[in-house]
């Protein structure tokens, strides 16, 4: 059974950080890129980050460049987020979220998702 | 980016009914593959989201036959032929065309009447 557990979540002042981390389980994790989506409470889905399965190529959000890095450990099947410079804006569920497979003809997107943590950013 | 628009955004329907969600993205979701990466996401109250059709019109495993998804181009569908109480929740859109720069919809409410 694919399995992603996200945890690190909590509650923190603005100005500072956390680091997210999600492990995965159930299927070759390096050959998937993965995503971290997050809700602040009450509104739709955001994408924040991706990162390929072999860790070359990140990307983020506008909303978060230069404050959030994802990273990923594929000999720990094990994603991260992390975040710094945090604002009450950030506040919400981070979803971790197994990102995209891609054989010669097609792709897979966004199939399978964690229950997600929560960080909640306050003083 | 490409922005998907959702409509309605509350939809209020009697049990046994049919249920109609339309998707538009701000540009063509054709992607140079052949394919045409638009999503269908699920979210029950209290749960993560869960992918119900890829691909426009492809349900996931397990999704029932009353889901069915439809569109090209620019201009999407999700219908319920006849919705259930455990139909409740919201409903989002998302391209991953454009991928890593993936978008959702605002999402759909969906509720009992």
């Known amino acids: 059974e694919v399995q992603l557990l996200e945890s690190g979540g909590g509650l923190i002042q603005p100005g500072g950080s956390l680091r997210l981390s999600c492990a995965a389980s159930g299927f070759t994790f390096d050959m998937y890129a993965m995503t971290w989506v997050r809700q602040a409470p009450g509104k739709g889905l955001e994408l924040v980050s991706t990162i390929s399965d072999s860790g070359g190529t990140t990307y983020h959000a506008d909303s978060v460049k230069g404050r959030f890095t994802v990273s990923r450990d594929n000999s720990k099947n094990t994603m991260y987020l992390q975040m710094s410079s945090l604002r009450v804006e950030d506040t919400a569920v981070y979803y971790c979220?197994?990102?995209?497979?891609?054989?010669?003809?097609?792709?897979?997107?966004?199939?399978?998702w964690g229950q997600g943590t929560t960080v909640t950013v306050s003083s | 980016d490409v922005v998907m628009t959702q409509s309605p955004l509350s939809l209020s329907v009697i049990l046994g009914q049919p249920a109609s969600i339309s998707c538009r993205s701000s540009?063509?979701?054709?992607?140079?593959?052949?394919?045409?990466?638009l999503n269908w996401f699920q979210q029950r109250p209290g749960q993560s989201p869960r992918r119900l059709i890829y691909?426009?019109?492809n349900r996931e495993s397990g999704v029932p036959d009353r889901f069915s998804g439809s569109g090209s181009g620019t201009d999407f569908t999700l219908k319920i032929s006849r919705v259930e109480a455990e139909d409740v929740g919201v409903y989002y859109c998302m391209q991953g065309t454009h991928w890593p720069r993936a978008t959702f919809g605002q999402g759909t409410k969906v509720e009992i009447k």
């Open positions: 979220v197994k990102g995209r497979y891609c054989s010669r003809t097609s792709c897979s997107l966004m199939d399978v």
């Open positions: 691909k426009v019109s």
């Open positions: 540009q063509s979701l054709g992607h140079s593959d052949g394919n045409t990466y």
